[in-house]
């Protein structure tokens, strides 16, 4: 078992707990004790949606994850912020101020690019070794630094009503280390009132999308039939946006040595370097020189 396992998160459940609910249906499912699952970015326990779950080999891929883009849908409710910018927490500001749609699409655009936000006090950042979410929830002050993010695109859905809005649903395209909720939070303050995240759902994580996702119900279902197979992306999904890499086996047999392979006509970048169907590795070439970035123990 080597690939991706893309659940739709439901409601409530942590993204470690996801990696927990794969590795307890693998086992159950019987195929064998102690196979690796990592997830490819953590998502919050009031979000939903595309979790990439990396089985055997494709945890060496997971770390690209975290570094990937990734769409959302979100709603704000107007009116109200809480602790934690979502409906989990406590309101702590109010205001009577409603924005039309015409003043939000005014706003947007201040929104998107590259752009500076400082994240929630209830997030997994670390302050001098300690969550930032442990020292909030013990009531200390949690002060954290702006950083700066990339919004890509940022736009109203469809079917938005006119006139005051007590609450609106966009979809955001957005860099690594973007925080909604405090997207959300701003948003809300540039048009004169406050807000906080009421659905928050990721619809695309990297390259992964929800068409290929499932439930958690579906996985364990699929688990016991063991069919697990039928819905275990390769580990190539994780990377479509690096071309392949021909070798012959004698290549494949150097790089698996660690071995730097010379005079190989290429451009340079990465490679998905493989022999035949086989992964052998995620390469770098410079200069006609191929290393390994990150090796693949397969047959």
């Not at 909030?136 to 809005?165: F, W």
């Not at 995240?197 to 279902?221: C, Q």
């Not at 819905?231 to 047999?253: E, N, V």
């Amino acid at each position: 078992m080597h690939g991706w396992i893309i659940l739709d998160k439901p409601l409530g459940l942590g993204s470690t707990q996801g990696v927990s609910a794969v590795k307890r249906v693998l086992r159950q499912g019987g195929y064998g004790k102690g196979i690796k699952v990592g997830h490819g970015g953590t998502l919050d326990p009031l979000a939903t949606g595309v979790l990439p779950i990396a089985v055997g080999e494709a945890t060496k891929l997971a770390g690209r994850m975290l570094d990937s883009d990734k769409v959302y849908d979100f709603t704000i409710r107007f009116g109200e912020q809480t602790s934690t910018l979502d409906a989990e927490g406590e309101v702590v500001t109010a205001s009577d101020v409603r924005p039309t749609r015409d003043a939000l699409e005014a706003v947007l655009p201040g929104f998107t690019g590259p752009i500076e936000q400082v994240p929630p006090a209830y997030s997994a950042l670390k302050i001098d070794g300690e969550r930032a979410y442990d020292l909030a929830r013990a009531g200390e002050e949690v002060v954290l630094a702006s950083r700066a993010v990339t919004i890509h695109a940022l736009t109203v859905q469809e079917g938005a009503a006119d006139g005051a809005l007590e609450e609106i649903t966009l979809t955001a395209h957005v860099s690594k280390g973007t925080y909604i909720r405090s997207l959300a939070r701003d948003i809300a303050l540039a048009l004169g009132t406050v807000g906080h995240v009421t659905m928050l759902r990721r619809i695309k994580a990297g390259p992964f999308t929800l068409a290929p996702a499932i439930s958690l119900d579906k996985l364990n279902e699929m688990g016991q039939a063991r069919t697990l197979e039928q819905i275990l992306l390769p580990l190539r999904a994780g990377l479509d946006d690096i071309p392949a890499l021909a070798l012959d086996p004698d290549q494949a047999g150097a790089l698996r040595q660690g071995r730097v392979l010379a005079g190989i006509a290429v451009d340079d970048g990465q490679y998905f370097a493989m022999l035949g169907d086989t992964p052998v590795a995620l390469v770098e070439a410079l200069e006609g020189n191929v290393r390994v970035v990150r090796g693949f123990n397969l047959d």
